[in-house]
């Protein structure tokens, strides 16, 4: 049985993810008689239950099409050993509810409570109907569900199916204020190699580039255009280590296994402070790389088979 770790509690859009990496990808796991959903309380502590053993796989969410990547599972990432790899990703489209006890549909709500990318999604929704509300940030929308069920606040913003898992009742539904908002979870394993290419795949990596020095940026970003690599995501976030201190987050839109890939991570490598390459995986849109002619894992394996010819004579390579 696969044991898969995730943010809990039951109800989150993160369950919804796991659930869904189980039946599209069933035949991806160890055999057994199916996934074994855990519900963690927080990012960090899904990651860990994976590290230790306790899990064989883990789910997060990872960045969402209105309120970009979630800051929790970057610092996790950043974290752990390098032997926690991203292996795939789940696209669930969200919807948001506001839930409450039964029978006080009608009643004012004095505090609201979700997770901070559930308030960043309905922020028109709740200025402009629950004006004098205090908004609580809870570790999951299914957390703020359960803490309004045990009384502790008036509603949670989360998802329709949270209603059942806690007994709640919608007092409005569909209150985003964006309509068809993405959320892309990733899946993580321990000591697990990339997946094979597909032809749609993903690299997520982290460069650290040298401080205060003019072009570094331009460098980091010539090491993917020359070798005709699409960059899917490029992200700076703050390293913690003083003001000005940035790393990037960057999803390519190629495989490990590709020589284009494999040459932008040697020039990676080559030119940054410190990389970190969290996996290839395939995407889960299906959308095919575009390999433009001069990227081609033939014409790179012609190349190489060129200048190995240039080391002999002139008269070698004609014989
Ligand atoms: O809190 C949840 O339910 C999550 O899975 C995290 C989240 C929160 C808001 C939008 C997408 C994912």
Known sequence: MTRIAYLGPAGT???QATRRWAVERGADLPTGTGPDAQPEPSVPAAVEALRSGRADAAVVPFENSVEGSVPATLQALLQVGDDVRIVGEVLVEVQFSLLVRPGRADEPVRT????PHA?????DWLDARLPGARQVPESSTAAAAQAVAEGRYDAAVAAPGAAEAYGLTAAARHIADREGAVTRFVVLRSGAAAPPATGSDRTTLVALIWQNRPGALLELLEQFATRGIDLSRLESRPTGEGLGEYCFWIDADAHLSEPRMRE?????????RDVRFFGSYPRADGRASVVPAHAGADTYAEALRWVNTLDRGPADAAG
């Open 13 to 15: 859009f993160t369950e």
């Open 264 to 272: 932008a991570l040697i020039g990676l490598r080559r030119t940054c």
């Open 119 to 123: 308030f960043a999604q309905t922020r």
């Open 112 to 115: 609201v409570a979700s997770h």
